[in-house]
């Protein structure tokens, strides 16, 4: 029996609700508890446990991650109507990825989990498309108007320094609807500098698309913006890599990024991440239980998930005492991750590798095994040994890592 690795300093664990909570148990217990001592600071954001704090347990977590620098999170519930009632809650929290990404000023990345069984729709793709969204601001913080006959309109923009600054639309000849959108300096510049250290960090190019030929101000901002952040902080680091930056316009950036093999940072503005990091995923690994995702700030700190939700439907099965075939695969890469970015910040490598070998004993329970959970059946190119429940797919990684851990 070898020993169980140690850890130097801890990962904020931050546990959530549903059949991701389930699953979250069973991925600690049967994979990392047997090998790793585990150094955690858990923060319980089960949908209740933020109810009885009037949702200071979800700060807290953010506090946390600020400090550590390492955090993995399990999917939660962001309430709405039915689920207050469900829950029996003082009120609609508001959702946790939200309060947390704000306090961290964090981008997301959502990266696939490439299997060689599950081939990308687009068969060019061999190498894995990052879509980073940018979270703020665009039509998810805008204004809309609807007007009923004709008419003229403009934007009134007036400044804490007293100036008043306008811009008039072209005259609006019949009924119709008009939306004003913004965006803040700050919040871009944060989203381009996670955006090139991701990428950096990765070793991989960084792409930014918007259409600066059309919006001239607002999408023109971001290029200027994304260009001087490159060239006064990335710029050497990234030349010293072997890396670029492209900005593309946007329609130029999809049709190359079907073209591509794929290996590149995508920064994307909220919409356009929106659109793109669903299309991404449907087209790589068609199933969102195949996809990762990670919070990472300007500063560095990062929050490893799974791009998952709660998968409700499958734990009200799990509840009827039924067995789920539900796939822990993005939960055990969330927690790889966040080994692996514990491990090389405190210098521990066999956190690292470790990382690595869970890692690789999920491939190859899909890939050489062929032991999968239902989703992944679904869409996999090569014939199946067996379709697994949860709890027996983690037992098949379980062998594997065993055997490859030495
Ligand atoms: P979901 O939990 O992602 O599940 C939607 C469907 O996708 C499932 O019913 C299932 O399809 C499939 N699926 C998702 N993950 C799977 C997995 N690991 N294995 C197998 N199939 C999987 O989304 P939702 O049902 O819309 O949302 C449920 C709750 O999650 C909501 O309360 C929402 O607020 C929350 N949520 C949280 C996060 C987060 O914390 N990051 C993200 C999204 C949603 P089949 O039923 O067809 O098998
Ligand atoms: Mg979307």
Known sequence: MTEKILMDKPIVEIDGDEMARVMWAWTK????LPYVDLKVEYYDLHINKRDESNDQVTTQAAEAVKKWRVGVKCATITPNAERVK????????KSPNATIRK?????????PIILSNVPPAVKFWKKPIIVARHAFGDIYDGVGIRFDCPAEA???????SGRELRAKFPRLSGAGVLQGIYNIDSSIESFARASFRYALENKLELWFAAKDTISKVYDGRFKEIFKSVYEEEFKEDYEKAGLNYNYFLIDDAVARAVRSEGGFVWACKNFDGDVFSDFVAAAYVGSLALMTSALFSPEGHFLSEAAHGTVQKHYYKHLRGEKTSTNPTATIFAWAAALRRRGELDGVKELVKFAGKLENAVKLTIERDRIMTADVAKVSEAAINHIASTMEFIEAVKRNLEKIRR
């Open 86 to 93: 469900e829950y029996k809650l003082k009120r609609a929290w």
């Open 103 to 111: 306090m961290l000023d964090g981008t997301i990345f959502r990266a």
């Open 154 to 160: 403009e934007i009134v923009v007036k400044q804490s």
């Open 29 to 32: 217990e049967k994979l990392i």
